[in-house]
């Protein structure tokens, strides 16, 4: 396992709080006001897969154990350990276990550092994190933690977050190490990297929050064909029409071309519109999302996004097709709340129904269509159980598949 640029980050931190006045007593006090986690997840995960033999069943339990120290001379710490087991027999493909003749499940046997980053906050409405780290994005689209998978995803890294401007904040990353889903054993599981995150957002505008960024992704050698810079501008806003009905609006614009390791000279657009109603607790959204090709050679990617919040749950397009991809979709969500009485355990409940009707940018193919279920409840403060559905129909891209996910997570 490479930690790479957090080292041994409460080895900094012991070195750098004994270098103040008071070390020992403070750093031991720190320590004592610190704070304990635990998040427990076991998830059970079914897949049909057309043109496989066999149907995935994959039992497994992700507990995360975690420490975060108090602040002690603006510094701060925390340590993260993540463990993966599967309960059960492993039918299924991890990716690592040789079973192809199941469809894949990314969710591999694995313990690992998850996070260890040191936190300073002494200059002014600024934040710096060194270490191993969870870093998001606005909605994850270009940089996520790609949280639904028992592992996630994480980074070495240095990021500064400062709000000294109103309404705005100003963030900058520099990546050296992604510690993808994947594990430690697997050759894809962690890349190096030089890489460079910009993101500006304001969100005193009167049509909304607008977001300016700029990526520029480099994973040398690991992934060369997945290095590229991006460069856009969003705008997500809200405008309330009545005393219960408001309408949403989002529309956002980049544009890719290859850098770094990347041999292949391409460019790429990328468009994202959506427009929707709230009332009551109940969203309807439709968008409309595509992802630019460069004449069928190269087409717009986002590499270091939490994938599957997009473009589907049967995880048919985690990487863009070279053709590029438009998705036409409608997402309608239901959160319960105010509910009284006997069925006031109902109240947090959060249900969501999604249509995805997909086809390639570059030239007239239609590659399928998609249906997603997904219902969460709170069982407790502390525990909540959750079950997706996703059923995608192929019109000539990939296979038919179906996915079924029963989730029981315990969060302290």
């Not at 890349?191 to 995150?197: C, G, R, T, V, Y």
């Not at 969100?203 to 994973?219: E, Q």
């Amino acid at each position: 396992m490479k930690l790479r640029i957090s080292g041994s980050v409460f080895a900094v931190t012991m070195i750098l709080l004994s270098g103040t006045a008071y070390a020992a007593d403070s750093l031991k006090e720190a320590l004592l006001e610190g704070t304990p986690y635990i998040d427990a997840r076991y998830r059970f995960e079914y897949v049909e897969q057309d043109g496989l033999a066999n149907d995935a069943e994959a039992s497994t339990l992700r507990t995360r154990f975690g420490y975060k120290t108090g602040t002690y001379e603006n510094f701060s710490a925390v340590l993260e350990f993540e463990n993966i087991t599967q309960v059960g027999d492993d039918d299924y493909n991890d990716t690592l276990n040789g079973r192809t003749t199941y469809p894949v499940v990314a969710d591999v046997e694995n313990t690992e550092v998850n996070q260890s980053f040191l936190q300073y906050t002494g200059i002014p409405e600024t934040t710096v994190k060194l270490g191993r780290q969870v870093i998001t994005l606005d909605g994850h689209r270009f940089v996520g933690h790609v949280g639904w998978r028992q592992n996630n995803q994480t980074f070495d890294a240095i990021t500064i977050s400062n709000k000294s401007l109103p309404d705005t904040e100003i963030r900058y990353g520099y990546i050296n190490g992604v510690n993808r889903i994947f594990g430690d054993d697997s050759p894809a599981g962690d890349w190096d990297s030089d890489s460079h995150l910009f993101n500006i957002s304001n969100t005193s505008t009167p049509l909304g929050k607008i977001v300016v960024y700029s990526y520029l992704l480099d994973f040398e050698m690991d992934a060369p064909a997945a290095s590229n810079q991006s460069f856009g501008i969003s705008l997500d806003g809200k405008q309330k029409l009545t005393e219960h009905l408001t309408g949403n609006y989002y529309g956002e614009y980049a544009f890719q071309q290859d850098y770094g390791s990347n041999t292949t000279d391409y460019d790429a657009d990328y468009y994202h519109v959506s427009g929707g109603l709230s009332c009551h607790g109940l969203t309807t959204t439709v968008g409309y999302e595509v992802l630019g090709s460069d004449n069928g050679m190269a087409a717009f990617s986002t590499p270091l996004a939490t994938l599957h919040k997009w473009n589907g749950w049967a995880d048919v397009f985690l990487a863009t097709p070279a053709t590029g991809l438009e998705d036409f979709y409608v997402d309608v969500t239901y959160k319960v709340s105010g509910i009284e009485g006997d069925m006031k355990f109902l109240n947090g409940l959060l249900a969501k129904v999604q249509y995805h009707d997909f086809s390639a940018e570059e030239g007239s193919m239609d590659y399928g269509t998609e249906w997603g279920v997904y219902v969460k409840q709170p069982i407790t403060k502390n525990v909540y159980a959750e079950v997706k559905y996703a059923d995608y129909d192929t019109d000539g891209f990939a296979t038919d598949r179906k996915k079924v996910v029963f989730g029981l997570g315990v969060t302290y």
